[in-house]
């Protein structure tokens, strides 16, 4: 927990990384809040859904199926099939954090894509922990405040496109993936499962396609046999996967487009999401 | 009202989901096929909301200016640009070729 760290805050990468996603996504908690209410949502139905439900893509699967003239169910559906992921992510952290008592149930709402991608992205147990509560706990804050924002500036804003705010979502999820893109393998599957969801999109309502993709995943990871040391797996570091020979994937491998992450050694890896 | 119940039954399951998660006896992930499911499936995942942001608009495909967010965010990656940088350009790339008239 945050306030039983003292002084070495922000000498700690995995904080420095949650710090930023922080600010980078509760920003973006702006355009949620003014598209949701001229998707016809009121502030506390906006509110709602940022303080309960709280995980964006499910959120904008929401208002998205409500705007689209979608019923109650269908965003309901949409918003339940998007979230499954965050079970996945919910095994994956517990493993890494192991929380017991009321912690369990306050890591469990804060388990979304960043605060997973922020502490499994660490080596060091320690960092796991702090980059997980400080980007769970700082979006948290970060995203309700900025979504009350962008709801009460609602069409004063005008149109949160014309503030490229759909790009910083596209920047940062590629963000969130590039540090996992160690290796050919890697790559393979994170083409392969674009390709997927590209093709779903024109074929199934919104938010299934994610979960096409995600079913493709899992059967690569089913049937193909990646050497144990893999990297893949979550309690393992993702950047080890470049000690096996396999960073030497495509021309564009992230391998050699991260100085710190490209360490050879674990120990010095630092941030996911930077 | 209507609305209210499927939000607040919305915001039911998403907690009921990652609580699963929790829940689930941590030595299934001692399991080596689960593990590397679990690391697979998050690649694809972020694979597949990276393209989505990118080029979905609800159901059909849309080239626009998020193409140009997402061709600015993997240069400035490429540059080892912090994760911040990469969002700023993302948006500013969006934004300019919005201004500049691109959708």
Same mark, same amino acid.
């Given at each position: 927990?945050?306030?039983?760290?003292?002084?070495?805050?922000?000498?700690?990468?995995?904080?420095?990384?949650?710090?930023?996603?922080?600010?980078?996504?509760?920003?973006?908690?702006?355009?949620?809040?003014?598209?949701?209410?001229?998707?016809?949502?009121?502030?506390?139905?906006?509110?709602?859904?940022?303080?309960?439900?709280?995980?964006?893509?499910?959120?904008?699967?929401?208002?998205?199926?409500?705007?689209?003239?979608?019923?109650?169910?269908?965003?309901?559906?949409?918003?339940?099939?998007?979230?499954?992921?965050?079970?996945?992510?919910?095994?994956?952290?517990?493993?890494?954090?192991?929380?017991?008592?009321?912690?369990?149930?306050?890591?469990?709402?804060?388990?979304?894509?960043?605060?997973?991608?922020?502490?499994?992205?660490?080596?060091?147990?320690?960092?796991?922990?702090?980059?997980?509560?400080?980007?769970?706990?700082?979006?948290?804050?970060?995203?309700?405040?900025?979504?009350?924002?962008?709801?009460?500036?609602?069409?004063?804003?005008?149109?949160?496109?014309?503030?490229?705010?759909?790009?910083?979502?596209?920047?940062?999820?590629?963000?969130?993936?590039?540090?996992?893109?160690?290796?050919?393998?890697?790559?393979?599957?994170?083409?392969?499962?674009?390709?997927?969801?590209?093709?779903?999109?024109?074929?199934?309502?919104?938010?299934?396609?994610?979960?096409?993709?995600?079913?493709?995943?899992?059967?690569?990871?089913?049937?193909?046999?990646?050497?144990?040391?893999?990297?893949?797996?979550?309690?393992?570091?993702?950047?080890?996967?470049?000690?096996?020979?396999?960073?030497?994937?495509?021309?564009?491998?992230?391998?050699?487009?991260?100085?710190?992450?490209?360490?050879?050694?674990?120990?010095?890896?630092?941030?996911?999401?930077? | 009202?209507?609305?209210?119940?499927?939000?607040?039954?919305?915001?039911?399951?998403?907690?009921?989901?990652?609580?699963?998660?929790?829940?689930?006896?941590?030595?299934?992930?001692?399991?080596?096929?689960?593990?590397?499911?679990?690391?697979?499936?998050?690649?694809?995942?972020?694979?597949? !909301?990276?393209? %989505?942001? #990118?080029? @979905?608009?609800?159901?059909? *495909? &849309?080239?626009? +200016?998020?193409?140009?967010?997402?061709?600015?965010?993997?240069?400035?990656?490429?540059?080892?640009?912090?994760? !911040?940088?990469? %969002?700023? #350009?993302? @948006?500013?790339?969006?934004? *300019? &070729?919005?201004? +500049?008239?691109?959708?």
């Amino acid at each position: 927990m945050p306030i039983t760290w003292p002084a070495r805050l922000l000498g700690s990468p995995a904080v420095r990384v949650g710090l930023s996603i922080s600010v980078a996504t509760g920003l973006y908690g702006v355009s949620f809040g003014a598209l949701s209410v001229t998707s016809g949502l009121d502030f506390w139905q906006t509110m709602a859904l940022s303080l309960l439900l709280f995980s964006g893509g499910s959120q904008f699967a929401f208002i998205g199926v409500v705007a689209g003239g979608g019923s109650g169910l269908a965003a309901m559906g949409a918003a339940t099939l998007l979230g499954m992921r965050n079970g996945i992510y919910g095994m994956q952290l517990n493993v890494l954090l192991r929380p017991t008592g009321w912690r369990k149930y306050a890591a469990a709402q804060l388990t979304i894509d960043e605060s997973t991608a922020t502490s499994t992205g660490q080596t060091d147990p320690a960092e796991q922990h702090r980059g997980f509560w400080t980007a769970g706990i700082g979006i948290f804050v970060l995203w309700n405040v900025f979504t009350a924002v962008g709801a009460l500036a609602g069409g004063a804003l005008g149109d949160p496109k014309q503030w490229g705010l759909d790009g910083a979502a596209v920047a940062a999820f590629l963000a969130l993936l590039w540090p996992r893109l160690k290796g050919r393998e890697p790559v393979a599957i994170a083409i392969v499962c674009a390709l997927a969801t590209v093709l779903a999109v024109p074929f199934v309502p919104a938010g299934v396609p994610i979960l096409a993709a995600a079913a493709v995943a899992a059967l690569i990871g089913w049937f193909s046999h990646g050497p144990k040391d893999e990297g893949l797996e979550p309690d393992i570091d993702p950047y080890t996967v470049g000690h096996h020979g396999h960073s030497h994937g495509p021309g564009h491998g992230p391998g050699h487009g991260h100085k710190q992450t490209h360490n050879q050694e674990p120990g010095t890896a630092t941030g996911d999401a930077r | 009202m209507n609305l209210w119940m499927w939000l607040l039954l919305s915001c039911l399951f998403a907690y009921a989901w990652k609580l699963v998660g929790y829940l689930v006896p941590a030595t299934l992930l001692k399991n080596p096929r689960t593990s590397r499911i679990a690391g697979t499936m998050t690649i694809g995942l972020l694979a597949s !909301l990276t393209i %989505v942001n #990118a080029v @979905a608009e609800g159901q059909s *495909l &849309l080239l626009d +200016a998020r193409i140009g967010a997402l061709a600015a965010a993997a240069v400035a990656l490429l540059f080892r640009a912090p994760f !911040l940088v990469v %969002v700023i #350009a993302g @948006a500013g790339a969006a934004a *300019l &070729l919005r201004l +500049a008239g691109w959708s």
